[in-house]
């Protein structure tokens, strides 16, 4: 039997309108996948029954040929998105037990769609991790062997702890890994500062985080409200952009979603970019930076000029403040949405003396260290004496990046290319235990985009020395991820598709 | 700008978060460790600059003030730790 997981969603969605296959089928050779690939740990939850039943209901519509655009074909969900009636616990163990009495909008769109639903994919513990190392379910193995690695070993370290299996990224690391081990077609995602974008980077699939406002937020587990926005994680510009069309929209329920109609991102697939103007920022380039990273993103450049943009180097000059400014403005509004866990009408609850000692054992038993120590740093840089000097300057500095690329774009700039990510994957346990701020740095060049509202995009573009997958990034004007989705095309096309692992884990 | 000890327990306390005494010094290099890294931000010049209050521009947006939901306490409920009738069951809050 022909491996029916190898067909990109593009594919399997034009496989079922052809009739050459069912979604029963597809879906069972998912759910096999997913058993074999149960030990990288990026599934928490598997809702075959759901699925199984979902692929039928799909075959019926596809059989009386009312088949809606992503009909029949198996997704992960993320766990910060409501599922009604499905474990829901932005991989916290504050949330026990939560299941929702309702759909997050994002996810009731895709069902709408025809998507069928392959269960809950891990993530860092409330989004807040660039490695899916702060998930109470634990970490989640990349699919792709680390240099020099011999099989043994690591489906050995897989049976164990998973120390130095390589990290899929964080925080959407579950989704990134799945996609890329071909145990969903694709799989839905959210970036606060990075956390579509980096892990796609990581594990050579491809990412988008539209336009602040392009999705709603509804029914998705809020880390930061001004900066999280909902968007896929998968294997191809293409099979991103079907995913996109479904999840956007307008959503009444959402008062920061923007009331604007949804283009057809799969008919910018292959449009041309003749005459597209590519702003390149000197800021980009850091000190030592990653030799390898900053040839890739010379090829970036020469890819995107042989297809006929034109290439002129911009400055913003306010990038260097982008990451500290995030570090304020993230930990202070997870402060305030991380509130809500008390232990009184949902989740977790430890027993107390009285309510204050209720709330305080419960979210003490309830968070891990990471979200311990960014509702902490958030209380401070809001509490009286600091909210000033802290978060009202961050907030200042947010209009100053912001104001960066608006001049850019104002100038002419269609899109901006930089680096994905300042190295290739790392290894489980080997950073951030000593220090907090090494990990944070993995998010330097995606922050500036969530800080300023825009569209970014991670497209895989190239290898390191090592083997491991690199990315390059799109930074776009509001709403315009048409123009991403061109872009990331020519470079996809250019660099030719990720060849993604064969399965050594099972 | 570091913080104390005192001042790691005064916001574990305004964060709702119990903290055991051998985990204060931790917590409090932890945090200094961050507040050293957004320290730089002080040095940037943002005279005349306004905070950002909206990502994108547009206006919060109104509807018709009417009910458009409730009667649905079962569901309210229905993941809570402890109830008694429709309402939620917490330790005693006044003397």
Sequence with gaps: MTDLTALTLAEARDALAAKQLSSLELTQAYLSAMERGR?????????????????????????????????????????????????????????HHFKPTYESTVTSQLWRDGAVMLGKLNMDEFAMGSSNETSYYG????????????????????????????????????????????LCLAATASDTGGSIRQPAAFTGACGIKPTYGRCSRYGMVAFASSLDQAGPIARTMRDAAIMLRSMAGYDP?????????????????????????IGVPKEYR??????????????????????GARIVDISLPNTRHALPAYYIVAPAEASSNLARYDGVRYGLREPGKDITDLYEKTRAAGFGEEVRRRVMIGTYVLSAGYYDAYYVRAQKIRTLIKRDFEIAFADGVDAILTPATPSAAFGIGEKGSADPVEMYLNDVFTVTVNMAGLPGLVTPAGRSAEGLPLGLQLIGR??????????????????????LPQAWWG | MSVDQATVRRIAHLARIAVTDEEVPHLQGEINAILSFVEALGAV??????????????????????????EIGRLVLANAPLTEDDFFLVPKIIE
């Design chain 1, 39 to 95: 030990q990288l740990n990026a599934f928490i939850v598997e809702t075959p029954e759901q699925a199984l039943a979902m692929a039928q209901a799909s075959d019926a519509r596809i059989a009386k040929d009312e088949a809606g655009p992503i009909e029949g074909l198996p997704i992960g969900v993320k766990d910060l998105y409501a599922t009604k009636g499905v474990h829901t616990q932005a991989c916290s163990h504050i949330l």
């Design chain 1, 139 to 182: 970490p989640v193995a990349s699919p792709w062997l680390p240099p020099n690695w011999s099989v043994e070993k690591a489906r050995a370290a897989l049976r164990s702890d998973k120390r130095g299996l390589l990290v899929p990224g964080g925080s959407s690391g579950g989704s990134a890994s799945a996609v890329a081990a071909r």
């Design chain 1, 253 to 277: 329920k959402d008062s920061t979603c923007y009331d604007a109609p949804v283009p057809d991102y799969e008919a910018a697939i292959g449009r041309s970019i003749k005459g597209l103007k």
């Design chain 1, 286 to 307: 850091l000190d030592g930076m990653n030799a390898e990273i900053e040839k890739l993103w010379g090829q970036g450049v020469e890819w995107l000029r042989a297809a």
């Design chain 1, 478 to 499: 509001p709403f315009d991820e048409e123009t991403l989705f061109a872009l990331g095309e020519v470079i996809e096309q250019s660099a030719g598709r990720t060849v």
């Design chain 2, 45 to 70: 010049d943002v005279e005349g600059v306004e905070p950002m209050t909206s990502v994108i521009p547009m206006k919060l947006p109104m509807r018709a003030d009417v009910v458009t939901d409730g």
